[in-house]
């Protein structure tokens, strides 16, 4: 039987972020992130003063674009795309020219000083391959995540997409960014 | 704070690449030019092919330590991606460097040769077979050479413009931008290793054609630096905002004092000043040794101004989270 084609992407409801930090710290140490540097994180978008004051919390990570542009500059290919649209590294083919982080339109790659090589985050394919969600999805404590297959219409980011009003990140950049915010 | 990832090593690389290219350019060109079906600039062309490959070779191993595996840099030549201009840019840069040695051989004279050779253990006897005259051969290397010297100047604007991410470098004006800067630093370089050359000092023939030429590049230089600010004022916001970084943010000191001032318009002054009464009033060329020096050290640090700029000011420049959007 032929493999179901499969997009997975980020649903993230950011009106429910309470900036706890937790997937930030689930990320760390899911995936040795080095000190110092960070798979994902959170943006605090500060309005008005106090007392008429909101804050809105953000969180941003690779966006696994459709298109995306650090696949595109890498001049050995060691950034490169699954068919299931997760955008990874191969580091054992990665010389650390860091174009790929010039042309990131998401500043979403960071430098491994240690081993030379270029970082992001992989949707924490390891654990998808077996049929888990990524460590940030499992972790935080306001359900602001949601993890699916988009091609899978019986799924819950499918649902959601379907019937919600939604916002992707720049979408000018032409990188078509597959982390779905929730309006 | 936005951090850098590209740095002054960049800089530099594509300085010196541009800088060999543009010396290459500039000694084929010397090497065609005849007047009486004698070729009055000689000295010039086999100046500029002795000079030509290093800063390009120096450039190269500079961004090869700047990787962050540098002796993985041979995997850049194991694939080849026609979609990355780095990865197309490493095979040009080879290419290039190794026709610009070779045009450099082809200079050399019979004694030059001889000593070069006398270096080699005489038992390496497949390297002393290379030890032929192909001093014939100049005016072919320098045809070849010519497409590929003026596809390295271009390729050093083409690995910024390429980048969609970053608005102040994505327009289809960087390249013939730095192709331009390129070619001006090159014959920059070169009248100043002739005039400083005290051994057989510089004629003002020769002088002469320097200037014109890079009279003739800082021009066209500045023909594109005009639009691109024109262009950038009237595009999308994005881009706007990216040229807020040298109209008024934090780049605009350098780009227009330093570079544009000191770096374009005043050598270009001075070399009009020189050529002027020349050409329009039939007056000799007066050729003065201080004035051609300053105008070539100006534009050689103008030259690389111009990529400093570019590469900081582009990576701060983003589709979001620039001054205004904040
Ligand atoms: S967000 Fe950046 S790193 Fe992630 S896929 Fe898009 S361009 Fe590549
Ligand atoms: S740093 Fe590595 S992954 Fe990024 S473009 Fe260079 S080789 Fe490709």
Same mark, same amino acid.
């Given at each position: 039987?032929?493999?179901?084609?499969?997009?997975?992407?980020?649903?993230?409801?950011?009106?429910?972020?309470?900036?706890?930090?937790?997937?930030?710290?689930?990320?760390?140490?899911?995936?040795?992130?080095?000190?110092?540097?960070?798979?994902?994180?959170?943006?605090?978008?500060?309005?008005?003063?106090?007392?008429?004051?909101?804050?809105?919390?953000?969180?941003?990570?690779?966006?696994?674009?459709?298109?995306?542009?650090?696949?595109?500059?890498?001049?050995?290919?060691?950034?490169?795309?699954?068919?299931?649209?997760?955008?990874?590294?191969?580091?054992?083919?990665?010389?650390?020219?860091?174009?790929?982080?010039?042309?990131?339109?998401?500043?979403?790659?960071?430098?491994?000083?240690?081993?030379?090589?270029?970082?992001?985050?992989?949707?924490?394919?390891?654990?998808?391959?077996?049929?888990?969600?990524?460590?940030?999805?499992?972790?935080?404590?306001?359900?602001?995540?949601?993890?699916?297959?988009?091609?899978?219409?019986?799924?819950?980011?499918?649902?959601?997409?379907?019937?919600?009003?939604?916002?992707?990140?720049?979408?000018?950049?032409?990188?078509?960014?597959?982390?779905?915010?929730?309006? | 704070?936005?951090?850098?990832?590209?740095?002054?090593?960049?800089?530099?690389?594509?300085?010196?690449?541009?800088?060999?290219?543009?010396?290459?350019?500039?000694?084929?060109?010397?090497?065609?030019?005849?007047?009486?079906?004698?070729?009055?600039?000689?000295?010039?062309?086999?100046?500029?092919?002795?000079?030509?490959?290093?800063?390009?070779?120096?450039?190269?191993?500079?961004?090869?330590?700047?990787?962050?595996?540098?002796?993985?840099?041979?995997?850049?030549?194991?694939?080849?991606?026609?979609?990355?201009?780095?990865?197309?840019?490493?095979?040009?840069?080879?290419?290039?460097?190794?026709?610009?040695?070779?045009?450099?051989?082809?200079?050399?004279?019979?004694?030059?040769?001889?000593?070069?050779?006398?270096?080699?253990?005489?038992?390496?006897?497949?390297?002393?077979?290379?030890?032929?005259?192909?001093?014939?051969?100049?005016?072919?290397?320098?045809?070849?050479?010519?497409?590929?010297?003026?596809?390295?100047?271009?390729?050093?604007?083409?690995?910024?413009?390429?980048?969609?991410?970053?608005?102040?470098?994505?327009?289809?004006?960087?390249?013939?931008?730095?192709?331009?800067?390129?070619?001006?630093?090159?014959?920059?370089?070169?009248?100043?290793?002739?005039?400083?050359?005290?051994?057989?000092?510089?004629?003002?023939?020769?002088?002469?054609?320097?200037?014109?030429?890079?009279?003739?590049?800082?021009? +066209?230089? /500045?023909?594109?630096?005009?639009?691109? %600010? *024109?262009? &950038?004022? @009237?595009?999308?916001?994005?881009?706007?905002? $990216?040229?807020?970084?040298?109209?008024?943010?934090?780049?605009?000191?350098?780009?227009?004092?330093?570079?544009?001032?000191?770096?374009?318009?005043?050598?270009?002054?001075?070399?009009?000043?020189?050529?002027?009464?020349?050409?329009?009033?039939?007056?000799?060329?007066?050729?003065?040794?201080? +004035?051609? /020096?300053?105008?070539?050290?100006?534009? %050689? *640090?103008? &030259?690389? @101004?111009?990529?400093?700029?570019?590469?900081? $000011?582009?990576?701060?420049?983003?589709?979001?989270?620039?001054?205004?959007?904040?």
């Amino acid at each position: 039987m032929a493999m179901k084609k499969k997009r997975y992407a980020l649903v993230v409801d950011s009106r429910k972020c309470i900036n706890c930090k937790a997937c930030v710290v689930a990320c760390k140490a899911e995936n040795n992130v080095p000190i110092g540097n960070f798979r994902n994180r959170i943006n605090e978008e500060r309005k008005g003063e106090y007392p008429k004051l909101s804050i809105n919390f953000e969180p941003e990570q690779c966006h696994h674009c459709a298109e995306p542009s650090c696949v595109r500059v890498c001049p050995t290919g060691a950034s490169w795309q699954r068919k299931d649209g997760i955008v990874l590294v191969n580091y054992d083919e990665c010389i650390g020219c860091r174009y790929c982080m010039v042309a990131c339109p998401y500043d979403a790659r960071y430098f491994n000083e240690e081993q030379g090589v270029v970082d992001k985050c992989t949707l924490c394919s390891h654990r998808v391959d077996k049929g888990n969600v990524p460590a940030c999805v499992e972790t935080c404590p306001s359900k602001v995540r949601v993890f699916g297959d988009l091609e899978d219409t019986s799924s819950r980011i499918h649902e959601l997409l379907a019937t919600r009003r939604y916002r992707v990140k720049e979408p000018q950049t032409g990188n078509g960014p597959q982390l779905y915010y929730l309006l | 704070m936005h951090e850098f990832n590209w740095g002054l090593l960049i800089v530099i690389y594509l300085f010196l690449g541009g800088l060999s290219a543009g010396l290459f350019f500039a000694a084929g060109l010397a090497d065609y030019m005849t007047v009486d079906d004698k070729p009055v600039y000689a000295r010039v062309a086999r100046m500029g092919a002795f000079l030509a490959p290093w800063p390009v070779a120096i450039g190269s191993g500079l961004l090869i330590l700047d990787l962050g595996n540098w002796y993985r840099f041979y995997k850049l030549f194991i694939h080849f991606r026609w979609e990355s201009p780095m990865s197309i840019g490493s095979y040009l840069l080879t290419i290039f460097t190794v026709i610009a040695f070779l045009y450099l051989f082809a200079w050399l004279t019979a004694d030059e040769r001889q000593w070069l050779f006398s270096k080699v253990p005489a038992t390496w006897k497949q390297v002393h077979r290379l030890n032929v005259d192909i001093s014939s051969w100049r005016g072919k290397i320098a045809m070849v050479g010519f497409p590929f010297s003026i596809g390295v100047g271009i390729y050093t604007g083409v690995l910024l413009g390429a980048v969609s991410a970053r608005p102040f470098w994505n327009t289809n004006l960087v390249a013939q931008m730095f192709l331009f800067s390129a070619l001006s630093s090159g014959a920059a370089a070169l009248m100043l290793a002739m005039v400083l050359n005290k051994k057989s000092p510089a004629e003002k023939h020769e002088i002469k054609f320097l200037v014109t030429l890079d009279v003739v590049f800082i021009s +066209l230089e /500045l023909f594109i630096i005009l639009p691109y %600010l *024109i262009h &950038g004022q @009237l595009s999308s916001l994005a881009v706007k905002q $990216a040229l807020g970084l040298i109209l008024g943010g934090p780049y605009t000191f350098v780009f227009w004092g330093p570079f544009l001032v000191m770096g374009l318009l005043v050598p270009l002054a001075i070399e009009v000043y020189e050529l002027a009464p020349n050409i329009f009033k039939g007056h000799e060329f007066h050729g003065s040794r201080n +004035l051609a /020096l300053t105008a070539a050290g100006l534009v %050689l *640090i103008g &030259g690389f @101004l111009l990529r400093y700029i570019f590469v900081y $000011a582009g990576q701060v420049s983003s589709f979001h989270q620039m001054g205004l959007l904040r």
